[in-house]
């Protein structure tokens, strides 16, 4: 079965980012690389970042992903 991932909402306050997803379950992940690498979002820990921010869902399993976006500073 073919499904599409919805993409987080994000945003950067204070150099912070703060990200959601509107689908329980899902996880976030955050490149500031130009999405070469990724890393997992942790709201609890919000991530200080600068530059360039992408933001994509990542399924449960880790088999599929949400379309790349820029987050705007």
Request: positive net charge; glycine residues 12%.
């Amino acid at each position: 079965m073919s499904y599409r991932l919805p993409v987080p909402g994000a945003r950067i306050i204070g150099g912070k980012l703060e990200a959601n997803i509107a689908l329980p379950g899902l996880g976030i992940e955050y490149s500031t690389d130009g999405g070469k690498q990724w890393q997992r979002y942790d709201d609890k820990a919000r991530p200080s970042v600068a530059g360039d921010v992408q933001i994509r869902a990542i399924s449960p399993d880790g088999k599929r992903f949400s379309r790349a976006e820029p987050v705007k500073a």
